[in-house]
Each structure stands twice: as structure tokens, then as C-alpha cells.
């Protein structure tokens, strides 16, 4: 299977699928193809060419409208033959009609247990809200914002003391494992989205 990632910044979960992806051992059944970023000089860029993985950047303010710059980015993803996206780290919210293009082939990591703690800033909404354990979520991407279907969760304690930046350091050292074991159930066909009862079947 072909991989495109889109990224907007450092790409420490684009480096995760990197690692994965180009050592054979893990038999994750995909490569990366291309990497696509709504930002340019973002160190996530680099991460790609150091690994030789082509790259393109796609600002979002060269374009008029959301949908513009949405079937930008598909055009490149077709063009490169792509059949699984991810989106690590990228913070564009993706329009209706990019979002059923690739719906059930879509995947998006996010820095906190979901159905909690959706949008922006999740680390420091657990921080506010007093939980003692936060985590990551890797789900399936519908138009509805971090609410698709849940294909893996990983815990992490929250600790006395805890910032926004030690949580998200902490919760960055299970998403490195997760989100290449949620893409790998996917390119495997161990799972997969059931568009009509958008519910996730698995393969046993
Ligand atoms: N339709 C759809 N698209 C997404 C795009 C990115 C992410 C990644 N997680 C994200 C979740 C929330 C945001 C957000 O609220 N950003 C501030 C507004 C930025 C903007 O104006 O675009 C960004 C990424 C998830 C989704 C998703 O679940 N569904
Ligand atoms: N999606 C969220 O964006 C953050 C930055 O990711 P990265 O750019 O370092 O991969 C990560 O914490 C991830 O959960």
C-alpha cells in the first residue's frame, strides 16, 4: 500500500511511521510515497528528505477557500498513487468533500484519549480537567472533528507537577508505537471501515 502524510510542523509522528515503514522487519505492508505540509521550513520536511521520501508544501493561504486547498493536496495524493492518508501533526481542519474522498482511508493521531478531550491544546485540557491518565488515540478521520472510528488507544499517567510540555513529551513516547500499529492494521486489511454502518470490522 501507498502512504501520504500530511504534516504542518515537527513530523515526530511522521519520523514514527518513517522508522517503521523502511525497516523491513516491521512487515507494516505500506511505504511512504509522499509527504505533504500546509508549511514550509517545518522540521518535518527535513525528516522526509533525509529518509528520501519526496515532499511537497501546500499553503493554505495561496488558496481562496478551504476546499480549494483540500483538493490540492487530493491531487497530489492521486498523483501519487497514495491509498491511505495520515495526518501527523497536521492542524488544517480537512473540508466535507476531501474527507469522503478518503473516508475509511483516512487516519489521524490524536494527543488524548477520544471521545475526551477533542480540538486543540487536548494535553492541556486533561491537565484542567484533572484526570490522572491521558493518552493517545489513533481513529479513522470523518468530518466531524476527532470523532471517527477508534482503531488503537495507549494510556500514560499524568503526574504531579505535570506541564503541557511533560505530558506531551509523555504521550509522544506511546503515539511513536501507535500510530504505526494503527496504519499497519489498516494496510493489512485486518480492519477495515464499513462505510454504510460506520462501524470498524475486524478480520479474526
Ligand atoms: N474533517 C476533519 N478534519 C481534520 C483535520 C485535522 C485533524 C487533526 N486534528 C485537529 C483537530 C483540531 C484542529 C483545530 O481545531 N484547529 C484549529 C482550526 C484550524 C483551521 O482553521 O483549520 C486541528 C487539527 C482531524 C480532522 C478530523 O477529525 N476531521
Ligand atoms: N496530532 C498531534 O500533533 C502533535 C505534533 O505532532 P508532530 O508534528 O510532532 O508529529 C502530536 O502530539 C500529535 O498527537
Not at 118 to 146: M, N, P, W, Y
Request: aromatic fraction near 4%.
Amino acid at each position: 500500500k501507498r502512504v501520504g502524510v500530511l504534516i504542518s510542523g515537527s513530523g515526530t509522528n511522521l519520523q514514527a511511521l518513517i522508522d517503521k515503514t523502511q525497516d523491513p522487519a516491521s512487515n507494516m505492508g505500506c511505504e511512504i510515497v509522499v509527504v505533504i505540509s500546509n508549511k514550509k521550513d517545518v522540521e518535518g520536511l527535513k525528516r522526509a528528505e533525509r529518509a528520501g521520501i519526496p515532499t511537497k508544501v501546500v499553503s493554505h493561504t495561496d488558496f481562496k477557500s478551504r476546499e480549494e486547498f483540500d483538493m490540492a493536496c487530493h491531487s497530489i495524493l492521486e498523483t501519487e498513487r497514495v491509498d491511505i492518508v495520515c495526518l501527523a501533526g497536521f492542524m488544517r481542519i480537512l473540508s466535507g468533500p476531501f474527507v469522503r474522498l478518503w473516508r475509511g482511508r483516512m487516519l489521524n493521531i490524536h494527543p488524548a484519549l477520544l471521545p475526551l478531550f477533542k480540538g486543540t491544546h487536548a494535553q492541556k485540557q486533561a491537565l484542567e480537567a484533572g484526570v490522572r491518565i491521558s493518552g493517545c488515540t489513533v481513529h479513522f478521520v470523518e468530518e466531524d472533528v476527532d470523532a471517527g472510528a477508534i482503531l488503537v488507544q495507549k494510556i500514560v499517567p499524568i503526574k504531579h507537577g505535570d506541564t503541557e510540555e511533560t505530558l506531551q513529551e509523555r504521550i509522544k513516547t506511546v503515539e511513536r508505537d501507535a500510530f504505526p500499529e494503527g496504519l499497519k492494521m489498516v494496510a493489512n486489511g485486518v480492519v477495515y471501515l464499513d462505510l454504510s454502518t460506520n462501524r470498524l470490522v475486524w478480520r479474526d
